[in-house]
């Protein structure tokens, strides 16, 4: 097997509060292979952009350790001039809110300019044309006149489409994009997603998508992470993982979703809410709202382990091997999805 | 007393707005509610439907007497709604209440929460005792879950989802015969979602309350709603039963909102992937709103407008989904469009 694009290795992040440090991050393991989407999935405060931003080096202030490979190469231990040719570059990062990441008061040319004189040195009228280019590639109509204008004058479905030729202008071999479409209406978010598939397919870039929502991420990605806390919790193929979800805590984010489809149901509510980071149990973080809970899930945290008979599955659960084997003989049957977009 | 609790009859609310060019800019009405019409029953709940711009949120003030109508008119239990804010209108607030998206942009950041719930009753009913109103707040933050020991905090100490629970109990204090929540769980993470739509399944089930729902997500509105109507451009495009719209929508417009929304249960889908932004309620297109986006459209649909034609307790403004008959069918699918 090659080697990944990118491997996390037992990243941890600290955040300083003071009086002590908190842990937001504890060991994170995950890996990228060249082409591939990565679906990153969680609740609001699980760690999901943090993971990112550490790894990039975007987090001031914190304390962060482990391992995050490039290539080859560890991230962490750069310096900061080869770590920004890295940064923006091989590496490229879209965020939730165009408008706030772009530059007010620059028109769009030239930011995009920027990224183009950075990365591939190009200035003048070849990066005009580059630019247009990259915006004619996003599917911007009318890209020689957007080239003028000003971010407030663009809606956020072309703003966010400013800021992925910004990232494609690096030409970058994995792209990161952090809730690129929770802005955006469902129709402009149709829009996004289907040009960062075909962007994808024509240029081969691996994608790590960072989305709350269960739906766009199993529309698009090859392999999920699903994370809790901090830690992540069941690593799968998006396939398998919707048809059949390990790990309680997936099972019962997936659960809890109302659907289109089928009859309508009380929704299965996970009870409690998520811990506070200074405030982890000393076992599962779930355990308090776990209905599979057991005196071994409050000794210590579990670790990401492969479950049986389901080599490229892992699920970091105590009773999984209890849990695993009770829903393969109920419900695997008549739970197996046909693979879309394989 | 009649089923129907609240009606609107050709609502409409325009603003008058400057659009850049000449000197104090040029002067244009952007019609943020165009023309909407539709009833509530007691105890319904209408989902509402549509993405940012369309006039959801407008609809929702006009039905509160936040902003007066431009033209139309909103009937609650047969009288209109006053728009004055005077005395009047604080006694129909007192049956008609609010839930927001952001639950902390909604209440009192100095104020513990026992004493936000319960300060429905200071304003309408002030000649309760003081222990009987403590009492009744105590009660309705059983009822929504919230531990006795909460009352005393304040919102910046409660998670997103109790914020929202202290919100449902404050709008229920008064027993309100209409529930207007506009985006009430779009703040929220998917599994306390779940619970706050429980509880007020739960609250409607035990009270009876009617409600206009509204939200950009349409699985949320298909748990909730009742009927659904949903909205383009400050117009109904389309209304019918939950689960006939999603299953079977007749306006291209739905159909695509309904091929885009992303849920984890279909993952073989064909996405119809509309071009172009929502056009600006400012410069609305001729003819039907919808045709500079629409894959199906024909030469009628550009200088047209199309009128909503109902039957069968289904309404559908679209050219190609009414027949010269008056029976509604499904909009074809173009051929034109772009299936990912």
Redesign the interface.
Not at chain 1, 266 to 271: E, H, S, V
Not at chain 1, 337 to 341: F, L, P, Q, S
Not at chain 2, 189 to 194: G, K, P
Not at chain 2, 256 to 269: C, I
């Given at each position: 097997m090659t080697t990944p694009l990118m491997q996390l290795r037992g990243l941890t992040v600290d955040f300083d509060t003071g009086p002590r440090f908190v842990r937001a991050l504890h060991g994170i393991d995950m890996e990228i292979r060249r082409g591939e989407t990565l679906g990153v999935v969680g609740?609001?405060g699980c760690g999901k952009s943090i993971t990112w931003l550490a790894a990039l080096g975007l987090l001031g202030g914190a304390r962060v350790s482990g391992q995050v490979l490039f290539d080859g190469d560890d991230l962490l231990g750069m310096g900061p001039r080869a770590l920004s040719k890295v940064r923006g570059g091989r590496v490229a990062l879209i965020f939730q809110d165009p408008a706030s990441a772009l530059n007010p008061v620059q028109r769009v040319g030239r930011q995009i300019g920027e990224a183009l004189a950075l990365h591939r040195g190009l200035r003048g009228d070849a990066a005009r044309t580059e630019a247009r280019r990259l915006l004619d590639r996003v599917g911007m109509s009318n890209a020689a006149q957007r080239l003028n204008e000003y971010p407030h004058e663009l809606?956020g479905?072309?703003n966010q489409r400013v800021m992925i030729a910004m990232a494609l202008a690096g030409e970058p071999d994995l792209l990161i994009a952090d809730e690129p479409t929770t802005a955006l209406?469902?129709?402009?978010?149709?829009?996004i997603?289907?040009l960062l598939?075909n962007l994808q397919r024509e240029t081969g870039m691996a994608l790590a998508l960072i989305s709350?929502?269960?739906?766009?991420?199993?529309?698009m990605a090859d392999r999920v992470a699903v994370m809790y806390a901090g830690r992540v919790i069941e690593e799968a193929p998006?396939?398998d993982l919707?048809a059949t979800p390990g790990h309680p805590y997936t099972r019962?984010?997936?659960a809890?979703?109302?659907?289109?489809?089928?009859p309508?149901a009380?929704?299965?509510?996970?009870?409690g809410?998520?811990p506070a980071p200074n405030g982890l149990p000393p076992g599962c973080a779930f355990a308090r709202?776990c209905a599979h809970v057991d005196g071994v899930c409050e000794t210590a945290p579990p670790t990401l382990r492969v479950l049986p008979d389901a080599p490229a599955r892992h699920v970091a659960c105590a009773r999984m091997d209890a849990l695993w084997c009770g829903q393969n003989s109920v419900a695997a049957a008549p739970q197996t999805?046909?693979?879309?977009?394989a | 007393m009649s089923d129907v609790l609240l009606s609107a009859r050709a609502l409409a609310r325009h603003y008058p707005v400057r659009l850049p060019g000449g000197l104090l800019g040029r002067p244009a009405t952007l019609k943020a509610v165009d023309g909407v019409d539709f009833d509530l029953a007691r105890g319904e709940v209408l989902g509402l439907v549509g993405?940012?711009g369309c006039g959801k949120s407008t609809t929702a003030k006009l039905v509160l007497g936040h902003v007066p109508p431009s033209s139309g008119e909103v009937r609650f239990d047969g009288a209109p709604v006053p728009t004055d804010r005077r005395a009047d209108w604080r006694r129909l607030r007192r049956r008609m209440q609010m839930i927001y998206q952001d639950p902390l942009g909604a209440l009192d950041r100095r104020l513990p929460i026992v004493a936000q719930i319960g300060e429905p009753f200071d304003i309408h009913c002030p000649d309760m005792p003081r222990p009987e109103r403590r009492e009744r707040a105590a009660a309705l933050m059983a009822s929504v879950g919230l531990r006795p020991d909460q009352a005393g905090s304040y919102p910046h100490e409660l998670?997103g989802?109790?914020r929202q629970r202290v919100v449902i109990a404050r709008a229920l204090a008064l027993d309100p015969e209409l529930l207007v929540c506009d985006e009430p769980v779009s703040a929220l993470?998917?599994?306390?979602?779940?619970?706050v739509?429980?509880l007020m399944?739960d609250l409607r089930d035990r009270t009876g309350f009617a409600a206009l729902f509204i939200s950009?997500d349409?699985?949320?509105v298909?748990?909730m709603a009742d009927r659904v109507v949903v909205m383009y451009l400050g117009r109904i495009v389309e209304e019918g039963l939950?689960d006939q719209v999603?299953?079977a929508p007749l306006h291209p417009y739905t159909q695509?909102?309904?091929?885009?929304?992303?849920?984890?249960?279909?993952?073989?889908?064909n996405?119809?992937?509309?071009?172009g932004?929502?056009p600006n309620p400012v410069d609305v297109p001729s003819g039907c709103p919808f045709h500079p986006?629409c894959p199906a459209a024909v030469a009628r649909c550009r200088s047209e407008v199309p009128s909503l034609v109902r039957d069968a307790g289904r309404a559908v403004a679209c050219h190609l989904a009414q027949s010269a008959g008056g029976d509604l069918s499904p909009a074809p699918r173009a051929l034109k469009a772009k299936v990912?």
């Open positions: 609740e609001s809606s479905g072309m209406d469902a129709t402009i978010q149709a829009q997603l289907d598939g709350h929502d269960l739906g766009v991420i199993a529309d998006a396939a919707f019962g984010l997936l809890a979703l109302p659907d289109l489809d089928g309508r009380r929704l299965a509510a996970i009870p809410s998520v709202r999805r046909e693979r879309a977009n | 993405e940012s998670s989802g109790q993470d998917v599994s306390i979602q779940a619970q739509l429980n399944s950009h349409l699985k949320v298909r748990q939950p999603f299953h695509a909102l309904v091929s885009a929304a992303p849920t984890p249960h279909r993952r073989a889908r996405r119809i992937v509309l071009p932004d929502p986006r990912a």
